[in-house]
């Protein structure tokens, strides 16, 4: 093995070789231009096509998967709108790390193929392209997760994701950039270099599923796939503008994938969709489901899709809900931009006809062997282990992420135990809320942030409390967007007095001008495997926000 910095060089190398000529921009925006959302589709790009660019506007998965039905659209043409898009967002915000066109395209045209000669869809997601974040391997391709180490290791199993994808019809189309390790809230590595975000590129698009976010923010995927064990699909989903869900453990396979902390499954990592539409976050969900994906990964709960679960049965089928809004989590206070935004859903719901209601043991479990295993990927090149996202030159700030060294399995085992008296808690308080509801019902679900602020500059991310609630209690969680942040709507607040630390250095880094143009999104959780009642309700809740506030401009 060379060092790691050739490595490095060698992967960069054969990455650029894999972008087709004529899809290399002419004239990309000057540095200084931070929005480049719509630049794919303007003149200045001139990559797409008038018929690409609609295609890539669509952004319903709904639709396209009807047309793509159809035949209206066909797969090759579908797939390489969204591939152009992808290149173009790559060289705007860096968010790839494998591409192969030509496989895509030949997939691509299989599926045409087969739908013109028995005029059947091969499955649920039939020629849709889906992007997988880089720890999803796909046979005969590279999945480094961002490890100079990982270099050269090519994979000769698809794992079970990618093998159901391929069952459901889809066509998997390139992977995208996660920080060193997983383990951070923003992207970054040495192999693939920092992602931003397409709204405001001083900000970052999140993390660790942060190419998956910065592609769907730049339209570049109608669907993707990312992986959350903090957080990791929401940041990116919330920071992006776009909808992300974090299912319960073991609601959908895992099996095959890389990871760090391989073999530690007191917190288990998951997967989800991340998608310009919540119509694409319920076909992932359908689809992979009706797969029977336990008959692949033992892990996988033996539980089908219950469409009676989705029609919020159990929530008195939707008619009037009642959901508990967390403002705030004790200890960090949100920007005044998620204020605003808490207080638009309350405002949309109640007119709606629901109601609102009532206003760290996991990191401890998650990274008690983290030291050792990282250590031990990154020793094999020599490349050092990134001890912050911070720009280069800029003060770092304490994100709340380290690498303690390592406990023992008994102290790990009295966790176990802090766990589960936090979850019996937990339970106990929701089945009680049902006295103050006034439905005969606890309270259907809970709506709070994703983060305390919307997306910060680099290195700026400070891990709070809002994502990991739904870890350590495995509650499923869905992300919408609301808003954007207003210079005018969302002033400084002056404040004298902090909850933390933390709750300072988080005031301390707000002023709407740092924030321009960043989405502005919340999260909506229900209690454990109610993953079909969770989509539901936040359908309900995105469709209260639509007609009151309108949709939000992206």
Known sequence: MGSWQDLVADKKLRQQAAIPLDWVLKSPPAPDVLDVRTFPDSPQCGVLSEREITI???VDVELLLAKLASGEWSSVEVTTAYYKRAIIAHQLVNCLTEIFVDRALQR????????????????????????LKDQIPIKGLECTMGYASWIGRYFEKDAVMTQVLYACGAVPFVMTNVPQTLMWSETYNLVFGRTSNPANRTLTCGGSSGGEGALGGMKGTPLGIGSDIGGSVRYPSAF??????????????????????????????????????????????????????????????????????????????GKQLCFALMEDDGIVLPHPPLQRAMKMTADALRAAGHKGALRSCFAAIWLAGALEDIDAVTAASGEPRIESMAMPGAQ???????????????????LHKQRTALREEYLALWQASAAETGTGRPVDAIILPVAPSAAPPHGKSIIATYTVLGNIMNYPACVFPVTTVDPVQDPVQKRETFMSPTDEENYNLYHPDTFKNAPVSLQLMGQTLEEEAVLAMTEIVDNALKSKFGVVKK
């Open 240 to 317: 992006n503008g776009l909808y992300g869900l974090r299912p319960s453990y073991h609601r959908i396979p895992y099996s095959g994938c890389v990871n760090s902390l391989m073999g530690q499954d007191s917190a288990p990592s998951v997967l989800g969709p991340i998608s310009g539409s919540l119509s694409g976050v319920r076909a992932f969900m359908k689809a992979v489901i009706g797969q029977q994906p336990w008959l692949l990964d033992p892990l996988v709960v033996r539980k089908r899709w219950i469409e009676e679960e989705y029609q919020l049965a159990d929530h008195g089928f």
């Open 396 to 414: 770092a700030v304490d994100t709340g992420m380290g690498y303690p060294a390592g406990i023992s399995a008994y102290e790990n085992w009295q």
């Open 56 to 58: 890539t506007n669509a």
């Open 108 to 131: 691509a045209r299989e599926l045409d193929e087969h739908l013109k000669t028995t005029g059947k869809v091969v499955g649920p997601l039939h020629g849709l392209p889906i992007s």
